[in-house]
């Protein structure tokens, strides 16, 4: 593992107008589900061993009660945003139509608590939370959602604009996708892989038509998330697999933004799934709406190599199950890995930031996610977690590097600001910088929210 930085060599080596912020989003750390509608990830928790521990929505982190405590831990950070996402199902309850007095009123409060700490709100709209009753609808599946989206995004506008000026339409269109409905691991937990390319696609022209109600709303800067990443192969054999990952992991996405469409390479080599037909001028016109910044998460790169006789088990997510259609070829993460499984590569953001930089030219990113799990333990009242501060400290150095290198990158968010439901894996893998007692809820700020708070707040 890379050595530690200090914090001031760390802050000293962004420009002074760079944000250091913070992530969370709705579903992972809100609970209270009774007083919202039932999202997708409500019902898939429900299906036995869907969940590795068997979690659901309740009490997740107990947010919605303790918002307060929570604003001041982030303003105890000293970081200048917070990037959190909307509950549709609770800002939207019917789905379309209207919202919901106490759902909007919730976000209302929770923008006001930041802003008076002088914290910028970074929303995202979809954070993989659908109401139920819009999958019962035919979900992304469905040719209106984008009009559904729409009118959601543009009613967020309506509501919030006046004091966000930064909305992220979906965060990770490719894990809604691949893990919602290719591996089946996610919410809605289908497993079908031409239905899966025709999600992503269906997204990304949601996304265009929630950035033009967005800015219709007023809002200045609408934008999106996508889960990017360097994919790597070393192996002689392997390039045609690494190939077909990087389409369908990264230019799929930052094609369709850029205007160019759904590639031919991308179309010949699922061409056994899908016949792209769903595909139209208007989508893809839509999917290239003008965005203001895009947010990159990145966590590990994406090592390709031949198929081994008896794999390892790679890490949560990494099996070709979820690049369909892929070459015979197998994931093998390197260590140092996070209890997750994922490699620790931060030259990898460096390498993701500046492919993206070129996919992408001139438009504004943010790193909107970066982080990593480890298996913290309490002593004495205190988590002391060295493991997260170097991978903290190395991914941060790459990103000041991508910089220097010319990446117009204007600010950075860790993930996360406290221990959460990390989806299907429930409880098991903690990335807070904020330990989170699951039984009492006590909030203990671990040594990297030190850390990393030295860096927010320091002074070059
Ligand atoms: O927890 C997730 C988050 O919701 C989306 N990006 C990846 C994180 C870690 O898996």
């Known amino acids: 593992m890379a050595s530690t930085e200090s914090p001031q060599t760390i802050r000293g080596s962004f420009p002074d107008d760079f944000t250091f912020g913070v992530a969370t989003s709705s579903w992972q750390i809100e609970g209270s589900s009774a007083t919202r509608a039932e999202s997708i990830w409500d019902r898939f928790a429900k299906i036995p061993g869907a969940i590795v521990d068997g979690s659901s929505a309740d009490p997740a982190c107990d947010h919605l009660n303790r918002v307060e405590e929570d604003v001041d831990l982030i303003g105890q950070l000293g970081v200048g945003a917070y990037r959190f996402s909307v509950s549709w199902p609770r800002f939207m309850p019917g789905g379309t139509g209207a919202a919901s007095r106490s759902g909007a009123g919730f976000y209302d409060r929770l923008i006001d608590l930041l802003l008076e700490r002088g914290i910028q709100p970074l929303l995202t709209a979809y954070h993989w939370d659908l109401p139920q009753s819009l999958q019962e609808s035919g979900g992304w599946l469905h040719p ?146 003008p965005i203001s910044w895009l947010g990159v998460n990145y966590y590990t790169p994406i090592r390709v190599a031949l198929p081994r006789e008896s794999d390892q088990t ?93 990446v117009p990158l204007q600010g950075y968010c860790a993930w996360s600001l406290m221990d959460n439901l990390e989806w299907a894996e429930g409880r098991t893998q903690t990335f807070g910088l904020v330990h989170v007692d699951p039984e009492t809820m006590q909030r203990i700020p671990k040594a990297s929210f030190h850390f990393y708070a030295d860096i927010a707040k320091g002074e070059r």
């Open 144 to 289: 209106d959602m984008p009009h559904w989206f729409a009118d959601y995004c543009q009613a967020l506008g309506e509501r919030y604009g006046d004091r966000v000026s930064h909305i992220a339409t979906l965060n990770e269109p490719w894990v809604s996708a691949f893990l919602g409905y290719a591996a089946g691991i996610h919410a809605p937990g289908v497993v079908n892989a031409g239905q899966a390319l025709e999600v992503a696609y269906r997204l990304m022209v949601a996304s265009g038509h929630g950035v033009s109600a967005l800015r219709n709303a007023g809002v200045g800067n609408p934008g999106i998330v996508l889960n990017l990443t360097t994919v790597r192969s070393e192996d002689p054999g392997a390039e045609k697999a690494r190939d077909h990952i990087d389409r369908l992991q990264n230019t799929l996405f930052t094609d369709l933004l850029a205007g160019r469409g759904v590639s031919d390479a991308v179309r010949r080599s699922t061409d056994i799934l899908t016949d792209w037909s769903f595909v139209t001028d208007e989508g893809v016109e839509a999917a290239a709406t």
């Open 314 to 406: 790679a890490g949560v997510g990494q099996d070709t199950v979820v690049y369909p259609a892929c070459p015979p070829a197998s994931l093998q993460p390197r260590g140092p890995l996070t209890t997750m499984g994922w490699e620790v590569d931060p030259k990898g953001l460096r390498d993701t930031l500046v492919e993206t930089a070129a996919a992408l030219p001139g438009l504004p990113l943010w790193v909107t996610e970066n982080g990593a799990a480890y298996a913290d333990r309490v002593l004495d009242g205190d988590v002391y977690d060295p493991d997260r501060i170097s991978y903290l400290s190395g991914h941060l150095a790459a990103a000041a590097e991508a910089i220097d290198e010319g």
